[in-house]
């Protein structure tokens, strides 16, 4: 066994998953910012922001590290390719946790509006669909990946559909145009948070079996994720 | 022009022991082939097998078929010195005549062969020291250096213009550049990536790095078996057969 070589593989994998549960914890904050106008909440997220570019920078100097020091073949190499990927993605997640967070900060400026867009279920979405592309990570479980994937047309299909309604919403009250564009853009963001999740799982997919599965996956599962979305949501 | 080799159900022995069971292959012309594996899993062996060298040491034995281009290796109307002037090789330990020139190594296989018209063999041996990439370095010294006074890596350089100058289809190598500093080494490498203009070239390395360098093909052996064979990146990425994965990430054993 090659020790050094594994300590430094278990190393990123240690660091990595620190990142990722500081991009879930940011995902929440930003999301609890904005459905319960709550500025401190915001403020975390923005605290939060730095440490994951700081944790970003790590991970890749560990990686960089390992490739000239060790040159990984096969699964070591594609783990390592996964986690530079997944690295930049949990990096973005917090990119979009920020951008959700100033949406909310805007918002708490306005008046208190209806806003009839169901923005904590589909943060529940998202944070599930991470937070499992994180446990397959884990778990090198290609089957939790899969399910990943599925999910990633569920969330885009409530932001269409959110896309509708505020679009209406500002038909009917132009004068708070600017607070359903907030919203809009908020699902849009955790529409992106979305995008990155998948793109995990798919890195995970490369790393455990080296298949490419980037660009259109199936939707078999899709009605299943949504009643377990609703689970989640509903507890 | 290289040429292509296809083995068929070859095995080998030495005495009782069986060394190599049931390998076939086929190797596309003018590419590389890497051959890789623990020590003593039979590459060398292997080697040794497609241009007849194996059967020079005592009580070893062949069976199988090996086409390289248009010759029957084992066929029965086939002789072995033909067989191993068609098909090169180079070894680990450069292996020079020591007292010869320069020169002299390199034309040592044509006036083996008859050849003593004095413009050809300048000719060819300038032709096949630049082939080698060694031109350049000994032309003024010719015939005034021998070969042992070379350094290690200009020694297996010409080692390797000795083997061209036959004008083998083939050449075989078997850890070229493992007795070689990382310069010469890289100069072996990049020798090998121009060869194979003109040579099918199979090479045998403990060296991983080195395979994923130089190799278009890569194939593993394992006590004996052929374990898997395929696209160089194809190995090196993502193997299909878990005892190539456990070899090439050091988790072998």
New interface residues.
Partial sequence: MRTRFQQGLDDLKANLLEMGGLAESVIEAAAEGYTRRDAAACQIVFGREKAINDAERHIDGIAVDLLAMQQPMASDLRFILAVLKINADLERVGDQAVNIAQRALDLISGPVLDIPVDVPRMTTAVSTMVRRALESFISANTEVAEAVLQMDNVVDRMKDEAFVTLVKQMEKDPVNIRFYLDALLVTRNLERIADHATNIAEDVIFWVRGDDVRHGQGLVKAAELEREIDDRHSH | MGVAIEVQNLNAWFGKSQVLQDISMKVDANHVTAVIGPSGCGKSTYVRCLNRMHETIPDAKVHGNVQVGDIDVYGSGTAAVDVRRRIGMVFQKPNPFPTMSIYDNVAAGLKLNGYNNRRELDDIVERSLRLAALWDEVKDVLKKKSGSSLSGGQQQRLCIARALAVEPELLLMDEPASALDPISTGKIEELIFQLKERYTVVIVTHN??QA?RVADYTCFFLMGKLIEFDKTEKI????SDKR??DY????FG
């Fill in positions: 991983m790095q994923a090196f990425t993502t193997p190539t994965e090439i990430t050091g988790r």
